[in-house]
């Protein structure tokens, strides 16, 4: 039943006047497009997922195979037969413990350094004030655009007069540092404001102080970010343990997956199963660290 209020016209007599309509039941036109348009952007990434999950896949159920199933056309995607026993026999097929050890090693030791340096300099390019300070950092970050194989003569050449080559120091000395870290930290260094270490100042604690006991503190997305994107880049890295180290002994598992193929034929099941079993510590690294990498990666471009 309709309800009216009373209200009193100009001769004093009270006249109806209409009540507020009520809102509606919520949906209409415009809940049905937002409805539809979630489910299609829900859609998209279901797609582009699987899109990107589809070679892992692939190499996953290869792994299961004997090497003449890997390559038949069409894919056969469930094997006829599971070859569980690959997981068994690389490891005494190839030192497979061996070269994981060594790709652990040089890629926690190369994160290691490159948080520590790029975390540093990126401190004194985002709050020290010096002359030059733009235009060194913008000459260091050009450095990036630069190709690798630009420089890589001249790298290997010092490395031979220094006797590194054929060692792991090589490797880690040529990546303890990385103008992509500077840049990286240095974008989220600006995003803490300067009066905290202002004050930090006038308490006297000096700039050693401030980086170590304040801002590295505050950094920790900044810095999963970077250990994991070097963590990555290390452990998959191909080219420099391939130039560098020549003793079997000292082989990263990348490299140690080339014995696998032979000069007439390659065991591509067993490429395939040490390669998901090389996937797993970066998988393991990446889910420990997803929350942190995100908030880094979304936050570090924020001034």
Request: net charge neutral.
């Given at each position: 039943m309709n309800t009216t209020t009373l209200r009193k016209d100009s001769t004093g007599t009270a006249a109806p006047r209409p009540a507020t309509p009520r809102p509606g039941p919520p949906g209409g036109a415009g809940g049905v497009r937002a409805a539809a348009g979630h489910v299609?952007?829900?859609?998209?990434?279901?797609?582009?997922?699987?899109?990107?999950?589809?070679?892992?896949?692939?190499?996953?159920t290869s792994s299961l195979k004997r090497d003449n199933e890997v390559f038949t056309v069409p894919i056969q995607?469930?094997?006829?037969?599971?070859?569980?026993?690959?997981?068994?026999?690389?490891?005494?097929?190839?030192?497979?413990?061996?070269?994981?050890?060594?790709?652990?090693?040089?890629?926690?030791?190369?994160?290691?350094?490159?948080?520590?340096?790029?975390?540093?300099?990126?401190?004194?390019?985002?709050?020290?004030?010096?002359?030059?300070?733009?235009?060194?950092?913008?000459?260091?970050?050009?450095?990036?655009?630069?190709?690798?194989?630009?420089?890589?003569?001249p790298q290997y050449i010092m490395m031979e007069k220094l006797g590194l080559v054929n060692t792991h120091l090589s490797l880690i000395l040529l990546q303890a540092f990385g103008a992509f870290g500077v840049f990286l930290m240095r974008q989220f260094y600006l995003t803490i404001p300067d009066e905290i270490s202002e004050a930090a100042r006038l308490d006297g604690l000096s700039e050693y102080g401030i980086w170590a006991r304040i801002v590295l503190p505050l950094s920790k997305p900044a810095l999963a970010s970077l250990a994991l994107l070097t963590f990555v880049n290390t452990w998959n890295d191909y080219m420099g343990p391939f130039i560098y180290l020549t003793d079997n002994r000292l082989w990263t598992v990348q490299i140690g997956l080339r014995q696998f193929v032979g000069m007439y034929d390659a065991r591509y099941?067993?490429?395939?199963?040490?390669?998901?079993l090389s996937v797993l510590p970066i998988l393991v690294v990446f889910l420990l660290g997803q929350r942190y990498f995100v908030q880094g990666i979304a936050t570090s471009g924020i001034k």
């Open positions: 299609l952007l829900y859609a998209g990434l279901l797609v582009l997922a699987a899109a990107i999950l589809l070679p892992f896949a692939w190499m996953l995607w469930i094997p006829q037969e599971f070859q569980w026993e690959n997981f068994t026999e690389i490891w005494t097929t190839i030192p497979l413990l061996t070269y994981l050890s060594n790709s652990l090693f040089l890629s926690v030791t190369i994160t290691a350094l490159q948080v520590l340096t790029g975390s540093f300099a990126a401190y004194g390019f985002a709050k020290m004030r010096f002359p030059g300070r733009d235009v060194l950092f913008f000459g260091y970050i050009a450095t990036i655009a630069v190709p690798w194989q630009a420089y890589m003569v099941a067993m490429i395939m199963t040490g390669s998901v």
